[in-house]
Nanobody, 122 residues
Framework: VQLQASGGGLVQAGGSLRLSCATSGRTFRSYAMGWFRQALGKEREFVAAISQSGTSADYADSVKGRFTISRDNAKNMVYLQMNSLKPEDTAVYYC????WGPGTAGSEYEYWGQGTQVTVSS
């Protein structure tokens, strides 16, 4: 499974961005998908995850109510809609695929995309 994240950029606090993750392979719907982020000088952290069918999702407390993860199995895509962005959301965001998930630990994910930078100015 190959993953390609996109959609990052510079946005003012309170603004919105939508990240996309394009995946290759016919087995996309077999994988739970997750988004993680890593801010400069900090460890990677879980953001959101969605089940293979898209019927269940999990979020980090810091983004609940502001971020929404979704997927389109017909298009092999996963999305992260980010609203009410805060400067502390600034990070490189990664999408990842988990064969058994959805998990919240990075170690559970077998495949990772290259990351897309999100910068939120105050």
């Amino acid at each position: 499974v190959q993953l390609q994240a996109s959609g990052g950029g510079l946005v003012q606090a309170g603004g919105s961005l939508r990240l996309s993750c394009a995946t290759s392979g016919r087995t996309f719907r077999s994988y739970a998908m997750g988004w993680f982020r890593q801010a400069l000088g900090k460890e990677r952290e879980f953001v959101a995850a969605i089940s293979q069918s898209g019927t269940s999702a999990d979020y980090a407390d810091s983004v609940k109510g502001r971020f929404t993860i979704s997927r389109d199995n017909a298009k092999n895509m996963v999305y992260l809609q980010m609203n009410s962005l805060k400067p502390e959301d600034t990070a490189v965001y990664y999408c990842a695929a988990d064969r058994w998930g959805p998990g919240t630990a990075g170690s559970e994910y077998e495949y990772w995309g290259q990351g897309t930078q999100v910068t939120v100015s105050s």
